[in-house]
């Protein structure tokens, strides 16, 4: 089975930087996929990662520790556009579908 | 980038009635397709993967008899809930597996369904 893990909600203020961790313990990992879900939306792709190490994409990066189980999205130079959920998700060996995490819902304000 | 488009948008109907839901690959070939249901403030959960020419995987706890997948071809898969309940009310969206890049998956805009 899967278990991933990220805190509910998080709250920046804009122009900030924020960090939303997720965790994880799944046997046969694979990658970790990280999703941005505006309210009433479909999620749409943020990020990648398969080797540890930081992958950064304009304001966005994700870091990975495959020893550790651990992950994080770093969001810089906030927006009150960024205000909305995080998602975690992970890829297991062998198959294609995602196993997401409970998501975390940001809040950027003024 | 890839482009999955999901119909209807939104749908309301009569509980005991079917409602079907189309999802389509646009701009690519989708062997595999994934459909998930998510609750309010809620993330997604999965409840079936739809290979193409094949039977559709279900997880444990999904009706396979309720929510009835069909992947006809490479850019289709529907998902039919059947004898709707108010419980069945939630948002559903489809995602289709992109076999080059990284294998990420492709959403659709996803369809809101409230059973009355």
């Known amino acids: 089975g899967q278990n991933i893990d990220q805190p509910t909600e998080m709250t920046a203020t804009e122009g900030a930087i924020v960090q939303i961790n997720c965790t994880y313990q799944?046997?046969?990992?694979?990658?970790l996929f990280w999703y941005q879900q505006h309210a009433g939306e479909a999620p749409t792709f943020l990020s990648y990662?398969?080797?540890?190490g930081l992958e950064e994409k304009g304001r966005f990066s994700s870091f990975l520790s495959r020893s550790k189980g651990y992950s994080y999205l770093l969001l810089k130079e906030l927006q009150m556009k960024d205000s909305a959920s995080y998602l975690c998700?992970?890829?297991?060996?062998?198959?294609?579908?995602?196993?997401f995490g409970t998501g975390t819902r940001l809040t950027v304000i003024p | 980038g890839a482009v999955v488009s999901q119909h209807p948008s939104r749908v309301i109907c009569k509980s005991g009635t079917s409602v079907k839901i189309e999802c389509r690959s646009l701009?690519?070939?989708?062997?595999?397709m994934f459909w998930y249901r998510q609750f309010p403030k809620q993330s997604l959960m999965l409840m079936a993967t739809?290979?193409?020419?094949?039977?559709?995987?279900?997880e444990q706890g999904v009706e396979k008899d309720k929510f009835l997948i069909n992947h006809a071809s490479l850019t289709l898969s529907t998902l039919t809930v059947t004898s709707a309940h108010p419980e069945d009310s939630s948002f559903y969206i489809c995602?289709?597996?992109?076999?080059?890049?990284?294998?990420?998956?492709?959403f659709g805009p996803g369809t809101r369904l409230t059973v009355t």
């Open positions: 995602s289709a597996h992109d076999r080059g890049g990284y294998g990420e998956q492709y």
């Open positions: 799944t046997s046969g990992f694979n990658g």
């Open positions: 990662n398969v080797l540890d």
């Open positions: 998700a992970v890829t297991e060996t062998g198959a294609n579908n995602l196993f």
């Open positions: 701009d690519f070939q989708a062997t595999t």
């Open positions: 739809s290979n193409e020419g094949s039977k559709a995987t279900y």
